[in-house]
């Protein structure tokens, strides 16, 4: 990890993996980017390898998981980058078929831990969010913004923003955030598809600045 311009940077090269076999039973890994147990939230990136199913399941928090790459496909539907899964807690939810592979922003809000259902039943305890449907909306010029999560986490507020060429972020009014897609840099430190900043608190923060273009996913509390 490093720190500059009053954020700490977590790069996707330096995560550690968690096999999660050992901890729910299904073949994939996770990484964790941010864990605030004061808040009980945290946001990991979730590698699911080619067949993978994640069975029916609950949990006793609340996720907001976005699809980075690749594709999933629930109750015959099909998610693409930045369509979003939410999972309710304490509410049975899935199965989810990820089974041409599939990497995932999961934010969960309490516990990740997972319990898996043996009876699907035919009630549908999460929401789907497609985000082809949400249309952009201009925040200032070159910067553009939609909200993909403001209900149903607890207090999560999820957004896309997408940054043109040359552009900065000043003040930006978040905990954190992922870079989906592109890259950025701060103070110097130039960051990659995939790297994770927060903000570090009391701290004056540096503006972002987005040579090439790029789409965080931001991360606030309401």
Known sequence: MTDTGGYRIVRKADIVWEDRKNVDGWPSRA????????????????????????????????????????????????????????????????????????????VFVGSFYHSEVEKLGSEKHYRLIQSEQIPWKLKAPGIDEKVLVDRGVGKLLLKAVRFAPGTRF???????????????????????????IYANRGAAHAPIAFPAGATLLTVALQ
């Open 31 to 106: 990484g964790m980017y941010y864990d605030d147990r004061e808040n009980e939230l945290c946001m990991r990136l979730i590698d699911y390898p080619v067949g993978s199913v994640e069975p029916r399941h609950t949990h006793p928090g609340a996720h907001a998981t976005t699809l980075l790459k690749h594709h999933a496909v629930v109750d015959g539907i099909k998610l693409f980058p930045l369509d979003v899964v939410l999972g309710p807690s304490n509410e049975p939810h899935g199965p989810l078929d990820y089974r041409d592979s599939c990497q995932l922003f999961s």
């Open 170 to 196: 000043e003040n930006p009014p978040m905990i954190c955030a992922l870079i989906a897609f592109g890259g950025a840099e701060i103070g110097g430190e130039k960051l990659d598809e995939w790297d994770f």
